[in-house]
């Protein structure tokens, strides 16, 4: 196979048929190729591959996801300057291994360098869809979704030797800093759209040294940072919704209870999560000891929970500023800071700012 990092442009039927013949599908030919652009992603540009095929079995996949650069100049110059692209090709050959999350097979993963070259080439998870983070989801899918997470968080629960790997870390002095200089555009966009409570306390985070750029310690683990509906597939077709996620760019090693902050204070409506969150809490904790993971009591997983919240202000605030801006793109971070800063003021997080 060619070492030139493909492109949706220059992916055919006979690249796609070493991609599959690599997999183990010996002798299988692909002789026509239906290519169609999905999801709504702004750091990536994702296409579907309808595959007709000829010596192929039974468990040949009949579909493919590519994924490539964004075709915006700005998105694409962020994801290389963040190290996002070479994070998410990074995780599908190597880190993805140890952990028992649902995510996509990977059949194909290249980059140049830090990009902003790179492809994968993935299992079709359909029927599964994306979420919608401007509806926002049910309890149910939410439940399933802070379940999958004890696949991610566990296996690498305080597992020092992460923090090894240089495409993992990154510096929260940046963080932090970005966060302050982009504000101001921040709340020039979206502030009179915004409660003034609301943007007060997306604007305290400007001058505090706590989350959502500093947190204990311990515990820490991998966690996937953007773990909200839009990278998540939701199967609902079934009795209990399947949900695989998606969308690895953004993965540090960090406090875990921010991913589940994250996913239910964005996916949820507030009030559909008041009466939930704590109980998909317990759920997620109690699978947790289940996975082997010890000494991590209720309290201090709520305890973590709460200080949590304070996540998704860094992706509401810095994403919303450094991808090109769109309609839909607009929606959505304005949906996300508003559900964001008021779950930090519905379990009272305030405590955890420190000037």
């Known amino acids: 196979m060619s070492e030139r990092v493909p492109t949706p442009e220059s992916v055919d039927a006979r690249f796609l048929a070493e991609v599959l013949r690599g997999a183990g599908h010996k002798g299988v030919e692909v002789r026509v190729v239906r290519a169609a652009r999905i999801g709504t992603g702004q750091l990536g540009t994702c296409v579907r591959y309808a595959l007709e095929l000829e010596g192929a079995s039974p468990h040949t ?8 650069p964004s075709g915006d100049e700005t998105s694409r110059a962020t994801g290389v300057a963040l190290g996002l692209y070479r994070k998410e090709v990074e ?12 995510i996509p097979r990977c059949y194909y993963a290249a ?24 509806a926002g989801t049910t309890p149910e899918v939410a439940r399933a979704a802070a379940l999958e997470l004890v696949g991610l968080h566990a296996p690498t629960w305080n597992d020092a030797s992460l923090r090894e790997l240089d495409w993992v870390m990154e510096s929260p002095g940046t963080t932090r800093a970005l966060y302050a200089q982009l504000f101001p555009g921040f709340t020039a966009r979206y502030g009179k759209s915004l409660a003034p409570e609301l943007l007060a306390i997306l604007g305290r985070v400007c001058e505090t040294s706590g989350p959502p750029f500093e947190y204990p310690e311990t515990p820490f683990s991998v966690v996937h940072v953007d773990f909200r509906l839009d990278n998540l597939l939701i199967d609902s077709s079934r009795p209990t919704p399947r949900v695989t ?3 690895w760019q953004s993965f540090v090693v960090g406090a875990p209870l921010s991913d589940l902050a994250y996913l239910l204070g964005a996916s949820l409506l507030p ?4 009466p939930v969150e704590r109980e ?19 309290e201090r997983c709520w305890t973590d929970y709460r200080r949590g919240s304070f996540a998704g202000f ?3 605030v810095i994403a919303s500023m450094i991808v090109q801006e769109t309609p839909r793109g607009n929606e959505m971070f304005l949906a996300m800071a508003s559900r964001h800063a008021q779950h930090a003021l519905d379990l009272r997080a305030e405590e955890f700012l420190r000037p």
């Open 61 to 68: 996949p009949r579909s493919l996801v590519g994924k490539f």
């Open 91 to 102: 995780f599908y050959r190597t880190l993805s291994k140890r952990l028992s999350i649902s």
């Open 111 to 134: 980059i140049d360098g830090r990009g902003p070259a790179f492809a994968l080439i993935l299992e079709d998870m359909a029927p599964a869809r994306p979420g919608d983070q401007i």
């Open 245 to 247: 996620v998606v969308d």
């Open 271 to 274: 009030e559909a999560r008041r």
């Open 280 to 298: 998909i809490v317990r759920d997620y904790h109690a699978r947790l000891l289940a996975a082997g993971v010890r000494d991590y009591d209720f």
């Open 314 to 316: 860094a992706v509401a």
